[in-house]
């Protein structure tokens, strides 16, 4: 009976511990075509076991010395037993030697964000995407791709420079420079040929 008891308590702290595990993914950037790489944007896919990562938030990357890295983490996929995060996509820059390589570690440790992180809020017309350095607008019910662009020419985000104007880039379908020189236009030879 003591056996027994002594059995199930090392069971649950095996569990327990397993659950309780710090995450620790790495990854490897390598370089192979002989050239150094400064300041080179990574994207890399992450499968993450079920119930791991509830919020990616909680997520960073760092060096294999430990040095936070600013990254970004997007869920690409959730498990549907428990919402939590399956497959997620780092995004970060990085500079590798060349022929060279450079390691890095995912742990469930809040890293550094970005030094410029992409916002985007979507409106009942309108979505409205703010990459740090250009925002811009799409209209929903308008095929103009983008409505509106500023350039935040200062860096301090004051977007006054205005590289597309409300409107003005082909607010009615079939008016802009690219409807016309789409192969999807109706009636153009490109469009036959490819039904």
């Known amino acids: 009976m003591i056996r027994t008891g002594a059995l199930w308590l090392a069971c649950f702290v095996v569990c327990a511990a397993a659950v309780a595990a710090q995450i620790e993914i790495p990854l ?5 075509a002989g050239v150094a790489r400064e300041g080179k944007h990574v994207n890399a896919g992450i ?4 119930g791991a990562v509830a919020d990616v938030g909680k997520l960073g990357l760092f060096t294999a010395n430990g040095t936070p890295v600013p990254a970004a983490f997007v869920v690409r996929q959730k498990w549907l037993e ?3 995060a399956r497959w997620v996509s780092v995004h970060f820059v990085t500079a590798a030697p060349a022929k060279g390589e450079v390691k890095y570690v995912v742990k469930d440790i809040p890293g550094t964000a970005p030094a410029y992180p992409i916002k985007a809020e979507a409106a009942p017309d309108k979505i409205t995407v703010d990459t740090g350095a250009v925002k811009f607008t799409v209209v929903k019910d ?3 791709v983008l409505d509106e662009v500023r ?9 006054e420079k205005a590289v597309v104007e409300p409107g003005t880039a082909g607010a009615e379908r079939g008016s802009s420079p690219a409807w016309w020189a789409s192969p999807w236009r109706r009636g153009s030879s490109s469009a036959r040929c490819c039904r």
């Open 142 to 144: 308008k095929f103009n």
């Open 82 to 84: 428990d919402g939590s």
């Open 47 to 50: 499968p993450l076991p079920r």
């Open 151 to 159: 350039f935040d020419a200062t860096g301090k985000g004051k977007y």
């Open 28 to 32: 490897t950037v390598v370089e192979r």
